[in-house]
């Protein structure tokens, strides 16, 4: 069994959860599913699980009246073996997107509170329309995602003693022996051909087949297209898969932002701006936006109609540009624009998975642009990504400003402090 982090959110919710569901958001395949199974399994005395789409019948638990009662009551004709004991049993709504009444029930099973409930869904982005009433207040939201970095170096064998040794040197700002650095980057560059979708790391952990890994990936996505036929309306399908098949395309040039041109010749923001955000509630791609100016609050200043589109789950990226990128990236032999765009992706996605907003800055003539913004205690921090160890004109730049109180620089060298930028190799983004 892969160790995720999720399992201390679902413990923590358990024991504060005060009259509320609980709703788990994220792309599919990233083991929601699993993780609230486990949880379930080990934590309760009587576990019910109903899936809308394996048991679509079961949806006719929720037509009609919503009150507690009277679904605990047709969950019993569904499923008579079932046992209620109060304040020890949990009932789990997997692919709620499927049941917009059972979405609304929350509310209802909240406030009876006898049971606790925990919904999952991988297309609520896409499916809230057809909610009658959302459950404001009833149900407390979180978004998972695949497998961090650290939890990918469990999954491969390391311990958490050794990580924690590793951040000492983060917390320290001491340069990493080269040994262990040598290690870690080597970790790194595999963990970005590998990603963190919990089927693909388990198929290398059980084979080191890259071949395996491969082909595991090419599931994933074919079943993110699948999902764009049978979800997106008909007009929209194609302009969303050539969205999501874009962005490859667009991080190898190094667009300084989303270009639709580089979906379809004279395209315009306006056909495809749906389709952008169809691909974000779905959770298939991160939306990094430009701010005109690098100040606190950063969202007061995004430029809606300027971003950059990341893939959400990195080694998924990879797989895109096909088999002979992984062999490059691991041999360290891939140069140019589309290692400086794979290796965004990368902090975008370490970013995001540690509760981070994606923000970047670039001014309107290009002479200052910094790879992302991030908010900490009420100040900008910016952030460079490079590749190799190129320099930081940009970087240099805003750290002469007084409200800005130091910077990151992530590199494949390792750690370093001058003045205001602090030097780090790209795996120490995890410790942010």
Not at 183 to 200: C, D, F, N, S
Not at 237 to 252: D, F, G, I, T
Not at 419 to 429: F, R, T
Request: with cysteine.
């Amino acid at each position: 069994m892969l160790k995720r982090k999720f399992y201390n959110k679902l413990l923590d919710w358990k024991k504060t959860k005060n009259e509320t569901c609980l709703l788990v958001k994220g792309s599919r395949q990233i083991g929601k599913t699993y993780i609230i199974d486990y949880f379930g399994k080990e934590n309760y005395k009587s576990y019910i699980y109903i899936n809308f789409i394996e048991s679509p019948q079961t949806a006719d638990i929720f037509e009609g009246e919503l009150s507690a009662d009277e679904i605990y009551k047709r969950m019993t004709l569904v499923f008579p073996e079932i046992k209620f004991i109060e304040n020890d049993t949990l009932i789990f709504l997997d692919e709620i997107q499927q049941c917009p009444n059972a979405r609304t029930a929350l509310k209802f099973l909240a406030i009876d509170n006898r049971y606790d409930v925990i919904a999952s869904g991988s297309l609520l982005g896409i499916s809230y329309r057809e909610v009658t009433s959302i459950p404001v207040g009833y149900e407390t939201q979180i978004e998972m995602y695949s497998l961090d970095f650290e939890e990918y170096l469990w999954a491969v064998g390391y311990e958490e003693s050794a990580i924690l040794v590793l951040k000492e040197y983060f917390n320290k700002r001491e340069k990493v022996p080269d040994a262990v650095h040598s290690a870690m980057m080597k970790q790194l560059r595999e963990y970005i051909t590998i990603g963190g979708m919990p089927a693909v790391v388990n198929k290398y952990v059980s084979t080191h087949h890259f071949g395996e890994v491969q082909a595991e990936q090419q599931k994933i996505l074919d079943s993110y297209f699948d999902d764009i036929s049978k979800y997106a309306s008909n007009t929209e399908k194609p302009k969303v898969k050539n969205c999501y098949l874009s962005v490859p395309k667009q991080l190898a040039k190094e667009n300084k932002k989303f270009q639709f041109s580089v979906v379809e010749k004279k395209a315009t923001a306006r056909k495809y701006e749906n389709s952008i955000e169809w691909l974000r509630d779905a959770n298939l791609v991160r939306l990094c936006h430009n701010v005109s100016t690098p100040e606190f609050p950063l969202t007061a200043y995004e430029k809606e109609d300027q971003y950059k589109l990341y893939i959400s789950d990195v080694g998924l990226l990879v797989a895109m540009y096909g088999f002979e990128m992984k062999k490059a990236i691991i041999d360290d032999t891939l140069n140019g624009n589309a290692k400086g765009g794979i290796y965004e992706n990368l902090i975008a996605d370490m970013l995001t998975k540690q509760g981070y907003k994606l923000n970047y800055y670039r001014t309107e003539n290009g002479s200052t642009e910094v790879e992302f913004l991030i908010s900490n205690d009420a100040k900008v921090i910016p952030i460079e990504v490079k590749a190799n160890n190129g320099s930081t004109i940009s970087l240099n730049e805003m750290l002469k400003r007084n409200d800005i109180p130091f910077g990151y620089k992530f590199i494949s060298g390792n750690i370093g402090v001058n003045d205001k930028k602090i030097v780090m190799p790209l795996y120490m983004a995890m410790f942010l």
